[in-house]
C-alpha cells in the first residue's frame, strides 16, 4: 500500500510557472511507475505525464511536451510536475499516480495501469 499526496497548486497568470509535488509513503518508491493525470470540469480524466521506476525514461501527452516536465527523486519519495508556459486550458485538478509494475506496457498512459492515486492539487491558470 502507497499513500500519494500532491501539492504545489494554485492560481497563477497564463505564460507562469508552477511545480507540483507528490510525496510517496508505503512501499519502496523506487517500484513504482508515476505518472501524472489531469481532469478539467466536465471533462474526462486525461494522460499528462509517466516517469519509470530510475527516471530513465518519460513519456508525455502531446498537449504539453515542452512545457512539461516530469521528474522523481527517489531519495525523497517524490514526483514532480515542473509546468512552465502555462495556458488556460492546463487548468484542472492535477493527480498523481502510482503503478507496482515490473515491466512497463503499453498501457502506461491509461488509469486502469496505475494502483494508487492522490487526492489531487488544483492548478487554475488565469488568461
Known amino acids: 500500500q502507497v499513500q500519494l499526496v500532491e501539492s504545489g497548486g494554485g492560481l497563477v497568470q497564463a505564460g507562469g510557472s508552477l511545480r507540483l509535488s507528490c510525496a510517496a509513503s508505503?512501499?519502496?518508491?523506487?517500484?513504482?511507475?508515476m505518472g501524472w493525470f489531469r481532469q478539467a470540469p466536465g471533462k474526462e480524466r486525461e494522460f499528462v505525464a509517466a516517469?519509470?521506476?530510475?527516471?530513465?525514461?518519460?513519456f508525455y501527452a502531446d498537449s504539453v511536451k515542452g512545457r512539461l516536465t516530469i521528474s522523481r527523486d527517489n531519495a525523497k519519495n517524490t514526483v514532480y510536475l515542473q509546468m512552465n508556459s502555462l495556458k488556460p486550458e492546463d487548468t484542472a485538478v492535477y493527480y498523481c499516480a502510482a503503478a507496482s509494475r515490473t515491466s512497463l506496457s503499453r498501457n502506461y498512459y491509461t488509469g486502469s495501469f496505475y494502483d494508487y492515486w492522490g487526492q489531487g492539487t488544483q492548478v487554475t491558470v488565469s488568461s
Open positions: 508505503g512501499r519502496t518508491f523506487s517500484s513504482y511507475v
Open positions: 516517469i519509470t521506476w530510475s527516471g530513465g525514461s518519460t
